[in-house]
């Protein structure tokens, strides 16, 4: 019983900070070009947040060498809150740094938060003339 008792204890101690780095960690991109099967590194992303008609910037990040931005929630900022937002991938500069011509400069895309606690993921297959997403985990 008190070896039970100790494994509970000590399997909760270790997954606290793993708890506290997903609770912080509110929003991550990721951008796979499936024409070459790789990462894109280098490409920047902004975070807006819809205030009536108008879009308001929140951050701005660029990828890393595995085409993700692990955390562009800014930490600086008002506490999240409900709401619509969006990611904008400006994918025709990383394009143009590939020698490659692409259909679209930019690829926003617009979403919900309905629960701070919770994390958000989204993920970018793209290719030259075409892309797809969806909330990842």
């Known amino acids: 019983m008190k070896k ?3 494994f ?3 399997s909760s101690l270790m997954m606290a900070p793993t708890l506290s780095m997903a609770a912080s960690n509110l ?17 920047e992303v902004t975070l807006e947040k819809k205030q009536s008609n108008n879009w308001v910037l ?8 595995d085409g993700r931005i692990k955390a562009i ?10 709401g619509d937002y969006r990611v904008v991938f400006k994918t025709g500069d990383y394009f143009k740094t590939q020698g490659k011509e692409s259909f ?8 919900h938060i309905d629960n701070v606690n919770e994390h958000y993921h989204i993920p970018l297959l793209l290719s030259q003339y075409g892309y797809s997403t969806y909330r990842g985990s």
Not at 58 to 65: A, F, Y
């Open 8 to 10: 509970l204890l000590l």
């Open 27 to 43: 929003l991550s991109v990721h951008i796979l070009n499936q024409q070459t099967g790789k990462p894109t590194p280098n490409v």
């Open 104 to 111: 679209f400069p930019e690829i926003p895309v617009e979403f």
């Open 58 to 65: 929140l951050n701005s990040e660029k990828t890393d060498n």
């Open 4 to 6: 039970n008792i100790l």
């Open 73 to 82: 929630w800014p930490d600086n900022s008002v506490p999240p809150s409900a």
